[in-house]
T-cell receptor
Framework: AQKITQTQPGMFVQEKEAVTLDCTYD???????LFWYKQPSSGEMIFLIY??????QNATEGRYSLNFQKARKSANLVISASQLGDSAMYFC????????????FGTGTQLKVEL | DVKVTQSSRYLVKRTGEKVFLECVQD?????MFWYRQDPGLGLRLIYF???????EKGDIPEGYSVSREKKERFSLILESASTNQTSMYLC??????????????FGPGTRLTVT
């Protein structure tokens, strides 16, 4: 069975600073993918970034980067230069090959960006 | 842009009522999913469908059924609503494995209250 663990229920960061949201995962499948989603207070889930288990380089998308450490089974999201609009709930999720694109989600981290 | 729409943003129903939640996507995606989201539990998969009339149970199917008569539409049915089904319900869609990007696209969610 697959499992995603997010140990930080809530995080605070000052505007313009970088922040790391933790995510660890557990799977015995050698082929998998890791996702991060953002959920603002409006409720809609927004896809941020994807990392495949065989990707050699860490994924980046603008101010988002995924710090992928395969041996440690961690896939932390790094947000650089935080903005007030980054305040939201962030979910880490995993897909395993052969799982029909099903995702297993973590419990989420609520990020608050302060002035 | 991919668009996933859900029939209602807010819904209030009485215990014992039959409830229909509808989801429509406009990207010709093969896969569609229903999740429920509860505080501290993240998103949990109720059912998913990988083709018309095809469905598979997720992690928490008890008390729910689904219907997919057309490719673009996936309905979640609560046969006899109970108060423990009060939750946020999120629909999502994605390409089939190997046919495109892996990420799931989410609708805005339906906040269901059962009284």
């Amino acid at each position: 069975a697959q499992k995603i663990t997010q140990t930080q229920p809530g995080m605070f960061v000052q505007e313009k600073e970088a922040v790391t949201l933790d995510c660890t995962y557990d799977t015995s499948d050698p082929s998998y993918g890791l996702f991060w989603y953002k959920q603002p207070s409006s409720g809609e889930m927004i896809f941020l970034i994807y990392q495949g288990s065989y990707d050699q380089q860490n994924a980046t998308e603008g101010r988002y980067s995924l710090n992928f450490q395969k041996a440690r089974k961690s896939a932390n999201l790094v947000i650089s230069a935080s903005q007030l609009g980054d305040s939201a709930m962030y979910f880490c999720a995993m897909r395993v090959t052969g799982g029909g694109n099903k995702l297993t989600f973590g419990t989420g981290t609520q990020l608050k960006v302060e002035l | 842009d991919v668009k996933v729409t859900q029939s209602s943003r807010y819904l209030v129903k009485r215990t014992g009522e039959k409830v229909f939640l509808e989801c429509v996507q406009d990207m010709d995606h093969e896969n569609m999913f229903w999740y429920r989201q509860d505080p501290g539990l993240g998103l949990r998969l109720i059912y998913f469908s990988y083709d018309v009339k095809m469905k598979e149970k997720g992690d928490i199917p008890e008390g729910y059924s689904v219907s997919r008569e057309k490719k673009e539409r996936f309905s979640l049915i609560l046969e006899s609503a109970s108060t423990n089904q009060t939750s946020m319900y999120l629909c999502a869609s994605s390409w089939a494995p190997g046919q495109g990007a892996y990420e799931q696209y989410f609708g805005p969610g339906t906040r269901l209250t059962v009284t």
